[in-house]
């Protein structure tokens, strides 16, 4: 029996920081471009590599708060998908769905870190996913996979978490947002949860409407409840009755990458300790706040007892109850 099965793609991540002051570094804030000499070499001030892409980060972060968890994806021949398995591993993270497709590669991200801000040069593999059947589990987690397979894919978890009657949390790709949100539909009816960001949601609303009106277009999709986060300006619950808003700990960011994949993890494991919508929005901020403080989507995850360590020397933000109708 596990807590918590996730399904979806796992990646390489290589995370490169170059200096804050460098001289031949430049940002154009206006037209949100990085400017880089041509055909120079850069000198960085930080590299590593680990394995990461939603499912793997989720599924690493619930581990370490206690869960016992297991990944469903698929890793390509070579040495990255070694690193990825054995990061898994490391990481306390079930074996049992990992797939192994030698004819193809793994997929592979470099995260170019400046100032906070990252930019990301990105490898997919365009992937077909065969899911085997899964053993009980009380949640399981959809998230960003490869869109020639995807359908399929969502299909056969919507399927199997129904047969389990475990608890379905979502949180859609890049890939799967492009594709509109009524592309989704089927999904958004089966989850008990949507995690997204606003930008994501705003995206897939196609408009920018307020508050409560963002978190109810999903809630009319079926989506049992919606948290939508929004960097320092805090996180959105909405489940269709009551909606909160959280404030983010204010803390130095070094880099933002994971820090939602850590909020829904700390979300996911509060509840599955049976506590509180309050709780568990602190959970997912405290995890995303420890997350941005350092560089990569790992490094900074919290387990139970750092998490409380946490709360204890950082001022908790307001959850406020905010008016439905």
Same mark, same amino acid.
Request: charge should be positive; hydrophobic fraction near 40%.
């Given at each position: ?32 471009? =990085?400017? =880089?000499?041509?055909?120079?070499? !850069? ?21 370490? #708060? ?22 898994? !591993? ?78 379905? @949390? ?17 999904? =958004?009816?089966?989850?008990?949860? #949507? ?8 995206? =897939? ?31 959105? #619950? ?23 994949? $850590?909020? @829904?993890?700390?979300? !996911? ?15 997912? $901020? ?8 350092? !560089? ?30």
């Amino acid at each position: 029996m596990f807590d918590l099965i996730t399904v979806g793609d796992a990646t390489l991540d290589t995370f490169v920081r170059l200096p804050q002051k460098h001289t031949v570094v430049s940002v154009d804030q206006e037209a949100r471009m =990085l400017n =880089l000499p041509f055909g120079e070499k !850069i000198p960085v001030d930080h590299f590593s590599q680990s394995a990461g892409g939603n499912a793997v980060n989720v599924a690493t972060a619930t581990a370490k #708060l206690g869960m016992k968890t297991a990944i469903f994806t698929v890793l390509g021949s070579g040495l990255s998908g070694k690193v990825v398995h054995d990061d898994l !591993i490391r990481a306390n993270v079930a074996e049992s769905y990992i797939v192994h497709d030698r004819k193809t590669r793994t997929n592979n991200s470099i995260l170019l870190n400046y100032r906070g801000e990252r930019t990301v040069l990105s490898y997919h593999v365009e992937r077909s996913y065969l899911l085997p059947k899964l053993k009980p589990t009380t949640w399981v987690y959809l998230t960003s996979a490869s869109a020639k397979g995807f359908a399929r894919l969502a299909k056969d978890t919507v399927v199997q978490a129904g047969y389990l009657n475990a608890k379905l @949390a979502f949180n859609p790709g890049s890939q799967q947002i492009a594709k509109g949100i009524k592309e989704l539909a089927s999904v =958004l009816a089966a989850s008990e949860v #949507l995690f997204i960001n606003r930008q994501e949601a705003e995206r =897939l609303v196609g408009k920018k409407p307020k508050d409560l009106l963002l978190t109810k277009a999903f809630i009319r999709y079926g989506a049992k409840i919606v948290v939508i986060t929004d960097g320092t300006r805090g996180t959105l #619950l909405c489940d269709g009755e009551k909606f909160f808003h959280c404030g983010a700990y204010k803390v130095k960011t070094i880099a933002q990458t994971g820090a939602g994949d $850590a909020h @829904a993890a700390g979300f !996911i494991a509060a509840l599955a300790r049976g506590l509180t919508y309050t709780d568990a929005l602190h959970w997912g $901020a405290a995890n995303a706040a420890s997350v941005v403080q350092k !560089i990569g989507t790992q490094e900074g995850l919290l387990n139970a007892r750092a998490m409380e360590h946490f709360f204890r020397t950082h001022s908790m933000p307001n959850v406020r109850q905010l008016l439905y109708g």
